[in-house]
């Protein structure tokens, strides 16, 4: 609903026996990641046998079942190793030379890389790199990551010590899967800053960027691939190198806030237990005498499912969603007599009539669509409206692959502090609003260490003043 | 999920002062009804003054966000009067051809006419005409209907007497949304079975199937037209005929079980009250004793709140919901190793782990989606899943526009009346299982005469012993 | 080049024996007619054995080559006796749903009809079934002929004779290719103002608008349906009627001129040989000193041909024409630099530098295009440019299927009758400027009686005063 | 026809004041070079002025005119610097990923290249460059160049220094256009065996592979650039370097025999001028008694048209072509009735009967389209059928950026030198046969160097012994 914060991307990869082709298992495993970026996606595979390296791929700006709307196309990619990614761009411009897997050719024939994150010295590597006279075909930090790994793969012995190389140089955010002529081979920056998991279907390995893409295509989740591991999957087996691992990893909150699918389980937590625990605690934090909790569809839900149980106050549903009003609806006219929100969700009158409500969502940007739905519900004859926020206010810039908004933006930025909560009330006509405390996060996600850098500027490393 | 019942239309019509476009507001009108036909829609305007009669329209295969895709369509659609279409087919092809409004001219002009339900004398009146030379461009009932209105209108003094001239031929179910050159009519069949309603916004006045589509162009809702009434709008007003009212009409019970939006109320009765009320019977007539009690999404959840609400049993989601995968999701490979329903649907392990489950939906067609679910509760650790079903088993077919599918499909018709439960439980290997029982019903709808024929036989009036 | 008359529409039709498929002949038959008609086209098909009068059929806007792209939609199209279409419409809308073959349920099962040509009393025929109660769907004439049929269908013991009686009412030009469930029937106007021919391929027999589509489908010609011949093919073989034929038919000159294909034969005629016979009595009316004739692609190459032999003066190509430059080619700027006519013809300087030239073309509409191929000859160093139209100046519309612009649009009705050759050729900047006399047109098509309606008037019979 | 020669691909290249939108310009040049590639197409642009070096571009497979088929996508192409390109492939898979320009970012800021032509060292200055880290994005050696002109700008003061040194590296046929932030760059290889000319408009210099294209954009030619030129324009005016020339070029001569537009003049000779003179030295070396010399549409038409004047034998149509069966014609069935040169090209029966026919064209490959004209004509009446060939039999390869079958696929490859006119007439069933005898190239081209590598494996430099 309205602006929300968007994740950049999703990775997969798979290595089956030879002779399996795997492209659908890409397809179906993208598109349990589907949520993690609309706007770009792409599969490539080859075979480890036979024509080694002889690599196929498409990719192109849509979803899974656009960009693979001709069974045709997925007929078409052979081979028993493969990667896949979905994207969604922070970058202004959306353009189809962006989409991943980068497929590329190098000193050890064909290199496939997907990656979610983001990197904050990509200009410094960059630089580095065009100033021996490299050409660059795209904008993505991926392919400077690629480069790099190219670059190294000229003096290691093996591609587990070029990549390895590479990640050295990398600061930021990084989950990669990558595809070398035999080898599947994923790697997750020091901090796990972004998911990536292990999976396994009979002598099939997986790598995925959330569990739920494990379960889509039949396989048992294995454990999470270790901050600052790399694993490399081959016929010959799986190994595991942790050279790169640091003391205290800093893994990011809003994966079990808002990005990860409520069925996927990340670092050993469930995002559902994440979300049921917010609730509670908001619940703990912010009570109030109310008749019915109820969230946001369908990302307020769960924390209200959180809310109710703590609270004890029932929840119920609030309001319709009309799941035909997507990502590509048009407003028919600038001067529409229906706001946007009113087409997606229509309140249910008689569940709310007369009664004090406890409204949750995750987050708050702009305002706007919260606005619209609690003069909704007071329409439809709701007595009170409590809003309840299931994280912190965020105030500050993510640099590590997620779509925070800037400053301005953000209502967060337009008021102290001390301020927030009534001005924002006030402005919202709710009767009462509540943010998740900071200090409830730990417990969320039972004492994993976290980046909590968006609400209280603690990254975990120095980060530069300003993202350009 | 899975294979579920189908509604087959939705109507919508409006009639605005001259000089105001109305074709956004169908637009906005058939989202809203968008659930009620999936497979094509269409959308048909003419201006009241100036070029009378002048009737621009456009129609074909595809969701209202497809057909439309282009802003422009929309832009060269002119004209204060207009009326549309939401279509999903029972005859097997689905043609271009048969997509609505039809647009005819006639003795008087241009007639445009939208129909929701099915007759069931519809060959009897197309045999009558095409014996005297008539032809026919389509399949449908609905042009069969548009020919005997433009015959009666031959003969009679106004419109609005051919349309009830038409109407007394008609045996079945219609709500019609008629477009003659300065005038809006609304009819529906003197059992009003398919649902019709009045809204107003200013000075332009709505007619649409639900009441979901009046908030969706921001007008207030009136009433429902009556069973067998009439409605004549123009620019003099508005004038109500009721000449063929009759003393028991016999509503879609299915229209508040499944087919209806939850946010829509119809002849008087809210479709969520409906809902959570058939939830509160079920827990009524099939207690058990549980941990959880849930809904197959969306399907499911508001009845498995009220079997909560009446059972003390605490709600809660058991799936999450992929809304990526949509109606046209092909799967990759006939031997997919993830089955269609494990792709749509994830469990939420750690909210069903160790839990003895009731799980909600509002009917059982095939059963194989049912039992996988089980299966997937049991295998993420659920200790006992119970099967509750918000409506009783349907054993007959239905005549009068929903898709109900027929005898050896229905896995309801597999077993005699005692054995079907017990029968059933085993095969979906569910722990227990009930059906909300036909008696339950009149409560649901407080007390408003329904058609329960596909239940129990118990038609309004006499059918064909088979429909073709 | 710029605006040029354009033709309606091209029919064809074909009987197989049952078991064999024959869709994929209309397919090759409507390509090679496809200079008929750009705009829509259709084809419709059924078995003439097994379920009878089950007729299948996809018409849409488009190219055949367009509405057919998918292999797979031929392929669905099942059956041995089948009819096809190609349109384009003088009506300003393109509309599909005027798209043919016309596919209707009549009293007889399923009546297919394909249309070529334009009545000039179809308000007259539409007012009188209108009057008792008649729906129709399009605004073509060709579903009032198709009406009519059916309302005699009830009276009469065959289709054979529905189509007779229908026919005596018509005014205009209508060549018809009907399906009825087991016949495939044609029929020509009394005048022969549009064409049909007869062909057959082993057991197979075919009907056409034009040879072509004959050899297209390795048919041979038969011969041609004659003037207000009815013919009527079923598998117990081929029976003519010719009770509507009258004594002096009027058969369209423009189909020799401009409309059918240089390697048709029509009504005897060889197009090509109508053409060089043309430019011949082109070079005896208006001769001239020159170096080289040429004429401008495609349209004026043969009769170019025939001025050359005529004359003595060698034959020589003046431009190239760009074949990548079509029907939809957008000029990317209003004040382009280049006009749309140099994109698409390229001077081929060598050939015309210093030269005098006689540049031949069939017709001047707008004489636009022509003035600026006098200046590009003229830029590339001709001498001397002497335009040569291989047809009478037009003056009078066409009621019978041609697209001759009106009036103002015509650049020979902005001048009298003396002064046109000369006021022309100034405005033109060409160096003489010669029509066909009318007087050849008789010697042209061997004494076939034609109608010379857009040159002078004299309509085979009484037109209305203004074509609606 | 049938299985033809290939040319791979054409550019264009514009500098207009700061302020002019060239990208109109841009598809206009390229529509006039389509007949050199239909695969894929792009067009980059940048402004010299403002924000320098922010180049946007679109590419995709497809016609000009379908890849830029909404205006929209040029009117976002912003920019008074651009340049463009037109693709057909030789390796097997045509991806969107090798359309150009190839638009890159280096040391100095956007790199955007257009290439026609191949190099016959791609793999040594591939592996050059691997081998210190290199990766490379597609499989064109147009990367290549790309690459090595990157990595020459790290030492070198200029772009067009950088440019030279990498020519120095290249072997092989290569007509660059390169656009640097700030300059429009045109670079022809020292053989000049792929043509590239100069043209200017107002304060605007342009381009093109052919002079077609200048006068398509109104632009006047002004010269070719020489082969080993490199042609700088800037706001600061137009220089050259010819410092990689050598004293002996070797021009293309397919590209006067087929390869350019008829309308063009590379290197100084008119190509309809070299056909012309091709089809008189037929006529010398083959003359035979006849009573009609015509062509094979379009390849052969003016060959023909010199063949019959010097021989005095009339020139006349022999074949209607369609122009509706294009590129992506699919035959409806594989057991076609009809052959898809029947569709393509229709006999003028009138024009061929009885009469001895001179058939001209450019080039036999494979023979099977030659043998059914023959079969076509004789099925006409044609008396007897000569074919002349206005090209010498090819035997050998092409290294240079033409698709040249390999030798399996010639037929006249099948025959010794002295045997092959006697067995290819047998086999053809021609009355008799010629081909244009190798000493008549010089005359064509008035004494320009050429390369007849394809006929005598006359290459103008060592070739590697088999292209991979």
């Given at each position: 609903m309205g602006r929300k914060i968007k994740e950049e991307c999703g990775v997969f990869g798979i290595l089956e026996q030879a002779g399996t082709d795997i492209a659908p298992d890409i397809f179906l495993g993208l598109t349990a990641l589907q949520h993690r970026g609309q706007e770009a996606c792409g599969i490539a595979v080859s075979e480890t046998e036979g024509t080694v390296g002889n690599c196929s791929f498409r990719k192109d700006l849509g979803l899974v079942s656009e960009v693979f709307h001709d069974p045709e196309f997925l007929g078409k990619l052979k081979g028993n190793l493969g990667i896949g990614h979905v994207r969604y761009s922070t970058t202004g411009a959306s353009v189809a030379e962006n989409a991943q897997p980068l497929v590329l050719s190098y000193i050890k024939g064909t290199l496939g890389l997907a990656h979610n994150g983001n990197l904050i010295n990509t200009e410094t590597l960059k630089r580095e790199l065009v100033r021996t006279g490299a050409i660059f075909h795209t904008t993505t930090d991926s392919e400077v990551i690629a480069f790099h790994i190219a670059r190294e793969r000229v003096r290691t012995a093996t591609v587990e010590e070029a990549v390895l190389a590479a990640a050295r140089k990398l600061a930021g955010a990084y989950s990669l899967v990558i595809m070398s002529p035999r080898k599947l081979i994923g790697m997750r920056d020091p901090w796990g800053l972004r998911p990536l998991c292990l999976g396994k279907r009979g002598p099939a390995w997986i790598l995925a960027s959330e569990s739920c893409a494990l379960s889509a295509v039949g396989a048992e989740y294995v454990r999470d691939i270790e901050p600052g591991e790399l694993i490399s999957i081959s016929a010959g087996g799986i190994h595991s190198d942790r050279s790169l691992q640091i003391s205290r990893p800093a893994h990011c909150i809003f994966e079990y806030i808002y990005f990860a699918r409520l069925d996927s389980r990340i670092d050993g937590i469930s995002v559902y237990d994440a979300r049921i625990c917010a609730g509670k605690a908001l619940a703990e934090a912010h009570p109030v005498e109310a008749d019915m909790v109820s969230g946001v569809p369908e990302s307020g839900l769960t924390a209200a499912m959180g809310y109710a149980e703590h609270s004890g106050i029932p929840f119920g549903y609030a309001f319709y969603k009309n799941s035909y009003v997507g990502r590509t609806f048009i407003r028919p006219t600038r001067e529409a007599r229906s706001s946007g929100v009113r087409m997606k969700l229509g309140v249910l009158d008689s569940a709310v009539k007369g009664k004090r409500i406890v409204l949750v969502d995750d987050s708050i940007v702009r305002g706007t669509t919260m606005a619209n739905l609690i003069r909704m519900l007071k329409d439809a004859g709701a007595k009170e409206v409590h809003i309840r926020i299931s994280s912190p206010p965020f105030r500050h810039p993510c640099y590590?692959?997620?779509?925070?908004?800037?400053g301005e933006e953000l209502i967060a930025n337009q008021y102290s502090e001390t301020d927030l909560c009534e001005k924002l009330r006030q402005k919202l006509d709710a009767d009462s609003l509540g943010y998740l405390p900071l200090s409830a996060l730990p417990e969320m996600v039972k004492g994993l260490p976290i980046c909590t850098g968006c609400f209280d500027a603690g990254y975990p490393f120095p980060v530069p003043e300003s993202r350009h």
């Open positions: 590590f692959g997620t779509d925070v908004p800037s």
